[in-house]
């Protein structure tokens, strides 16, 4: 008799869907380490996208953050009604450039030591080499999802 995990067919042994729980258990985690800048971890995400480059077009920040353009919209209205990032036209009028404003970096700046402790409880509990193990398998992952 095989083991009930060696079932392929058990929900959970799929990958997407044990993958998809865990990220939701550690964004839940970083929510309420946030909590205090009133950022979301999503939030948190792009802000510390837009500050990685100067500038990004929509399709370029989605791309960087492994979104689909449709989500990344909606995650940029909240940042852009409180002004923490801005949106123009590019030269090619169809582009629309989105950066991180003074505001935003304020933001991102008192929100960071709060993703930072929230980054190291969550290595020191799942102990340093496991974590280093999992982002390697991750990225691993992804490269094979294209």
Sequence with gaps: MPQTWAKPERLENCACFS???A????????????????????QFSVLAGLAAARRFTIS???????LDRTTLSRNLRPLVRKG???????????????????????KLTTAF???????????SAFGRHRFVRLLDGLADIRGLAG
């Design 84 to 106: 923490y990032v801005s949106l123009s036209r590019d030269v090619d009028q169809r582009r629309r450039i989105v950066r991180l404003t003074a505001s935003g970096r304020r």
């Design 19 to 21: 993958v998809r729980k």
């Design 113 to 123: 030591p709060l993703w930072r402790s929230a980054q190291r409880r969550l290595i």
């Design 23 to 42: 990220a939701r258990a550690i964004t839940k985690q970083f929510d309420c380490a946030l909590a205090p800048s009133r950022l979301e971890a999503t």
């Design 60 to 66: 370029e920040l989605a791309d960087w953050l492994g």
